[in-house]
T-cell receptor, first 116, second 117 residues
Framework: AQKVTQVQTEISVVEKEDVTLDCVYETRDTTYYLFWYKQPPSGELVFLIRRNSFDEQNEISGRYSWNFQKSTSSFNFTITASQVVDSAVYFC?????????????FGKGTLLTVNP | EAQVTQNPRYLITVTGKKLTVTCSQNMNHEYMSWYRQDPGLGLRQIYY???????DKGDVPEGYKVSRKEKRNFPLILESPSPNQTSLYFCASSLDPPGAGGYNEQFFGPGTRLTVL
C-alpha cells in the first residue's frame, strides 16, 4: 500500500520568510508520480506540480521550488519570500503504476499561514 | 471554459434519505474520481472510473455508489446517508490515470459540502 506523510501539520511564518513543507512517501512501485496541490481558503484545489520517479531534477517555478530525493523518499516544497496569498493548505499526493495505478493517495495536508 | 462542475454545492439532509451529487466535466477526460475531505484526514479517494462503464473502489467506498454511463458525468450516490458521511466532497478528472503519466494531473470541482443529520 502506498502512503504519504506530510511532516508538518501547521506552519506559521512572517511575510518574506522562506518556508519548506516536507513530504515523505512510501510505495512499492518502481514507477510513480508525486503531486502537490494547493487549497486556498476559498476551498478549491489547485494543481501545482507533478514529478515522476525517474526525474530527480529539482524544479523551480517563480517563488516555488521542489526538491525530489528518491534516496530519502521525499518530495519537499519550498516557497521563497512568502506572501500572504500563499496562505493555504498544501497537499502532497502519490500514485504508482502498479496495482495502485489508478489511485491517488493524499497526505493529510499542511496548513501554511503567512502573516503580514 | 474547461471545468469540472458539481451540484449541489451545499446540502443538508437527514439520515437515510437517498441523495445524488452530480459531477460533470467538459474536457473529454477519461479518468474521473470522487474524494472526501475531512479535518485532519486530508483527501481520501472514494471511487474512480477509468472510462464509461468502468468503475472501481478507492480507499473508502463503503456507503457510496457511482455510475459512469456517459464520459462527461460521474454521479456519486448515497443510498442511505449516515452522519459519518458528513464531509466535503470533491470530484476530479484527468485525461490519464494518476499513475500513468501523460496528462495525469487532476482537475477538481469546487466541492460539495454535505451535512447528514
Amino acid at each position: 500500500a502506498q502512503k504519504v506523510t506530510q511532516v508538518q501539520t501547521e506552519i506559521s511564518v512572517v511575510e518574506k520568510e522562506d518556508v519548506t513543507l516536507d513530504c515523505v512517501y512510501e510505495t512499492r512501485d518502481t514507477t510513480y508520480y508525486l503531486f502537490w496541490y494547493k487549497q486556498p481558503p476559498s476551498g478549491e484545489l489547485v494543481f501545482l506540480i507533478r514529478r515522476n520517479s525517474f526525474d530527480e531534477q529539482n524544479e523551480i517555478s517563480g517563488r516555488y521550488s521542489w526538491n525530489f530525493q528518491k534516496s530519502t523518499s521525499s518530495f519537499n516544497f519550498t516557497i521563497t519570500a512568502s506572501q500572504v496569498v500563499d496562505s493555504a493548505v498544501y497537499f502532497c499526493a502519490l500514485s504508482g503504476n502498479g496495482g495502485s495505478n489508478y489511485k491517488l493517495t493524499f497526505g493529510k495536508g499542511t496548513l501554511l499561514t503567512v502573516n503580514p | 471554459e474547461a471545468q469540472v462542475t458539481q451540484n449541489p454545492r451545499y446540502l443538508i439532509t437527514v439520515t437515510g434519505k437517498k441523495l445524488t451529487v452530480t459531477c460533470s466535466q467538459n474536457m473529454n477526460h477519461e479518468y474521473m474520481s470522487w474524494y472526501r475531505q475531512d479535518p485532519g484526514l486530508g483527501l481520501r479517494q472514494i471511487y474512480y472510473s477509468m472510462n464509461v462503464e468502468v468503475t472501481d473502489k478507492g480507499d473508502v467506498p463503503e456507503g457510496y455508489k457511482v455510475s459512469r454511463k456517459e464520459k462527461r458525468n460521474f454521479p456519486l450516490i448515497l443510498e442511505s446517508p449516515s452522519p459519518n458521511q458528513t464531509s466535503l466532497y470533491f470530484c476530479a478528472s484527468s485525461l490519464d490515470p494518476p499513475g500513468a503519466g501523460g496528462y495525469n494531473e487532476q482537475f477538481f470541482g469546487p466541492g460539495t459540502r454535505l451535512t447528514v443529520l
